[in-house]
């Protein structure tokens, strides 16, 4: 399902003279891109595969019902339940686990017990990720078979380094600031090198307050509560350096932008 990507050349690409990561903090987001970035940190769930396959909305359900079954009660208190504890807790699980003691593990297994049917192989993103200098990790507050078995039927599980999932975080999930620690001093992530690939743009606060270079690989199919506030941005915020809807179409116009500046050709000017 290849489109044309809208938002190519990414915005806010463009040389930067001067920038040599040290002062992260004085740096506008318009002034952070690549050229440092020797790690690319990938979210899994609506960023890796298309919002619009419409996969989560399976997990989303699987949730709803497990929180029925466990709590005994009806499917409409279990998702406002669900739906609370996201807003709360940042995730469903961190909810249930605080407040239900759940045992995370069961929960899981059930909620990520899907049908990878609608999720195609991604054969032009797999290319476009292997081309890309440097390691490469994905981020999940998920589950890592989960995250493995998704990555394989898109045809990219090998072009990564590992899998940093919400057991490895010890159910620390993101957005907490913990959350990130745990992942960078897990995987030796220098936050400086680091690029974070999200389509939650809460999740993107921290890495853009670590000094990571952010991009918002925003939903075509936005019914998702975090996903809808995107709908109401007057601007876009300042820990997003960068947007795109094609994840696949951004990452080729990275090799393509670093291969130019390799040959000596004129850099890429911002495109806003
Ligand atoms: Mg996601």
Redesign the pocket.
């Known amino acids: 399902m290849k489109k044309e990507a809208k938002a190519f050349p990414p915005r806010n690409i463009g040389a930067v003279n001067g920038m040599d990561g040290s002062n992260a903090a004085q740096e506008t987001p318009a002034q952070r891109d690549f050229e440092r970035t020797g790690i690319w940190i990938f979210?899994?769930?609506?960023?890796l595969y298309p919002a619009a396959c419409n996969l989560?909305a399976e997990v989303d359900v699987r949730m709803t019902e497990f929180i029925g079954k466990q709590l005994g009660v009806p499917m409409a208190y279990a998702r406002h339940l669900q739906k609370s504890y996201f807003r709360q807790f940042g995730t469903t699980l961190s909810g249930l686990m605080r407040i239900h003691k759940f045992d995370p593990q069961p929960f899981l297994d059930y909620v990520h017990n899907i049908d990878l049917s609608v999720v195609d192989e991604a054969p032009d993103l797999a290319a476009a990720i292997e081309a890309l200098q440097g390691r490469k990790l994905i981020y999940?507050?998920g589950s890592r078979r989960h995250a493995e078995r998704v990555a394989e039927k898109l045809g990219v599980l090998h072009l990564f380094e590992d899998i940093c999932d919400i057991t490895a975080c010890e159910f620390v999930a993101k957005p907490e600031p913990d959350a990130f620690d745990r992942m960078m001093r897990r995987h030796d992530v220098a936050p400086l090198e680091a690029a974070m690939f999200?389509?939650?743009p809460h999740?993107l606060e921290t890495p853009h307050t670590l000094g990571m270079t952010t991009v918002l690989v925003e939903p075509d199919h936005k019914d998702h509560p975090a996903h809808m506030q995107i709908r109401r941005w007057q601007a876009r915020p300042k820990y997003i350096h960068h947007t795109t809807d094609d994840l696949t179409r951004f990452l080729e116009g990275l090799v393509a932008h670093g291969s130019e500046t390799e040959a000596g050709s004129s850099a890429v000017k911002p495109s806003e």
């Open positions: 979210d899994l769930d609506n960023t989560f999940t507050n999200e389509d939650m999740n």
